[in-house]
C-alpha cells in the first residue's frame, strides 16, 4: 500500500475512532457496552484482544487498576473461568455498590499508587504469570506512578496495558493534556524491557493505540 493510501486509510479510522468516542455524550457506543449486564466502559475490540491476550499468556494474575461498575473485571473473571485458570485483583478509589461478586475477582479499595495497595498486590504476583491493565486516573502523573508500581510484576511475553492512550488528541478528547500516551512515551525511554506490540492493534480502531507494551525480556 502506497503513502498516501495508508495515510488515506488512517484519517478514516480516525474519524470513525471520533464518531464512535464522542457518541457516548448521548448515551451511545461504549457507554453503554456491558458485559452480563454490567457497563463496561470499553471498546468491544479491546475486549476481543484481551480475551485472545488471555488465552495466549494464560495469566495466574490480572492486576485491574480502575473498577468503575466492575464490568470489565467480571469480563476477565469470566474468561478466567472459562479458561480453568486465573484471578482478577481490580483496585478503585471508589467503593460502587452493587458490583458483581465472582470466586474469581478480588475488590481492593484505595488508590492504586499507595503503598498498602502496592505492597498488597506484590505480595499476591508473587511467582506468579502477571497481566497488567491500566485504567484508573489518566493523567500522565498517576500513570507513570502506575507503571513504576505495576509493569516490574509483569512476567516475560505478558503485558502491561495502558488503557486510553486515544485521549489527548490521539485522536480524541484533544483538550484532555499530558495522560497516558504521554507517560507511555516517557516510561518507554528508559524501560528497554518493554516494546510497544501493534499486532494487537490489528482491527484497526483501539482506544488504546500504542498501549500494549510486551516485556520482551
Known amino acids: 500500500m502506497s503513502d ?3 495515510n488515506s486509510q488512517a484519517q478514516i479510522v480516525d474519524r470513525f ?3 464512535y468516542y464522542d457518541a457516548h455524550r448521548s448515551g451511545g457506543t461504549w457507554y453503554a457496552t456491558t458485559w452480563l449486564g454490567v457497563n463496561v466502559w470499553k471498546s468491544p475490540l479491546d475486549l476481543w484482544i484481551y480475551q485472545e491476550m488471555i488465552h495466549e499468556i494464560a495469566p495466574d494474575l490480572i492486576v485491574e487498576t480502575g473498577t468503575a461498575f466492575g464490568g470489565s ?4 473473571a469470566s474468561l478466567c473461568k472459562l479458561m480453568g485458570k486465573g484471578h482478577v485483583v481490580t483496585i478503585d478509589v471508589r467503593e460502587e455498590p452493587g458490583r458483581p461478586r465472582h470466586e474469581r475477582i478480588t475488590y481492593l479499595h484505595g488508590s492504586s499508587t499507595s503503598e498498602p495497595i ?24 498517576h500513570v ?3 507503571l513504576e508500581a505495576y ?4 512476567t516475560p511475553g505478558s503485558y502491561v496495558v495502558v488503557e486510553d492512550t486515544n485521549v489527548n488528541g490521539h485522536p480524541v478528547f484533544p483538550e484532555f493534556g499530558p495522560g497516558p500516551m504521554e507517560a507511555v512515551t516517557e516510561f518507554l525511554g528508559s524501560n528497554p524491557d518493554f516494546e510497544v506490540d501493534r499486532s494487537r492493534e490489528k482491527f484497526l480502531m483501539t482506544f488504546n493505540p500504542g498501549g500494549f507494551l510486551k516485556r520482551v525480556r
Do not use: I, N, Q
Not at 122 to 139: E, F, I, N, P
Not at 151 to 154: G, Q
Open 4 to 6: 498516501e493510501a495508508l
Open 17 to 19: 475512532h471520533e464518531l
Open 73 to 76: 473485571a467480571l469480563y476477565l
Open 151 to 154: 509493569a516490574p510484576l509483569v
Open 144 to 146: 507513570l506512578k502506575e
Open 118 to 141: 502496592v505492597e498488597h498486590v506484590r505480595a499476591v504476583a508473587y511467582t506468579k504469570r502477571v497481566l497488567v491493565l491500566l485504567d484508573s486516573d489518566h493523567s500522565k502523573g
